[in-house]
């Protein structure tokens, strides 16, 4: 089965700076990539997904990145602000009536002022 | 609000009781999940419903009882639990139908379970 693995599982930024969060897996069938937001008290938010027929995606200050190859793809934050921090979850599944994700273990990130 | 919502937010019980945690979509979705939410683990997957059939097991102890009457609403009845089981219950849903099929999951707040 699919395995994936993330880092770092903590990150502390300077507002305004910018946040990298970087994950791998491992079944090279895995086609779609999302990210989701966990802010304390709350369920997983999807803030931004990928395919594998596209490299990169961009919304406002967030990117990610993809690179099948290597298979391993990446969040990218920038600008960042107090209200980003929050744990991000990366996951890989294969699209099918049956989609099952598979997460990463975890990142909190901490903006401070 | 993503439209996934759950109850009880919280619950505490002993390893002798039955409670049951509710989950409601209001997003039309016919795919439902309940995850498993640990300190420093990846969500586990529990079960996957697709319309009202259980279609994924994952290898979850009998003392999680899952049940799916309709595609709004998931229940997981537990029983006997053990301390370990204590972690926060995410329920999610999915559109997995016509041109709605999409792999993005919708996840509600969650309820943190304490068994003491």
């Known amino acids: 089965g699919e395995n994936v693995e993330q880092h770092p599982s903590t990150l502390s930024v300077q507002e305004g700076d910018s946040a990298v969060i970087k994950c791998t897996y491992s079944?090279?069938?895995?086609?779609?990539f999302p990210w989701y937001k966990q802010e304390l008290g709350k369920g997983p938010q999807l803030i931004i997904d990928i395919r594998s027929n596209v490299g990169e995606k961009k919304d406002q200050r967030i990117a990610v990145t993809l690179n099948k190859t290597a298979k391993h793809f990446s969040l990218h934050i920038t600008e960042t602000q107090p209200e980003d921090s929050a744990v991000y979850f990366c996951?890989?599944?294969?699209?099918?009536?049956?989609?099952?994700?598979?997460f990463g273990t975890g990142t909190r990130l901490q903006v401070t002022l | 609000e993503t439209g996934v919502t759950q109850t009880p937010r919280h619950l505490v019980m002993g390893m002798t009781n039955k409670k049951s945690l509710k989950c409601e979509q209001h997003?039309?979705?016919?795919?439902m999940y309940w995850y498993k939410q640990s300190a420093k683990k990846p969500l586990e997957l529990m079960f996957v419903?697709?319309?009202?059939?259980?279609?994924e097991n994952n290898s979850v102890p009998s003392r999680f009882s899952p049940e799916c009457p309709n595609s709004s609403h998931l229940f997981l009845h537990l029983h006997t639990l053990q301390p370990e089981d204590s972690a926060l219950y995410l329920c999610a849903s999915r559109p997995d139908r016509g041109a709605s099929v999409t792999d993005t999951q919708y996840f509600g707040p969650g309820t943190r379970l304490t068994v003491l």
């Open positions: 079944d090279s069938a895995s086609n779609y």
């Open positions: 996951a890989a599944s294969f699209t099918g009536t049956a989609s099952k994700l598979t």
């Open positions: 997003l039309g979705h016919n795919a």
């Open positions: 419903y697709n319309f009202k059939e259980q279609t």
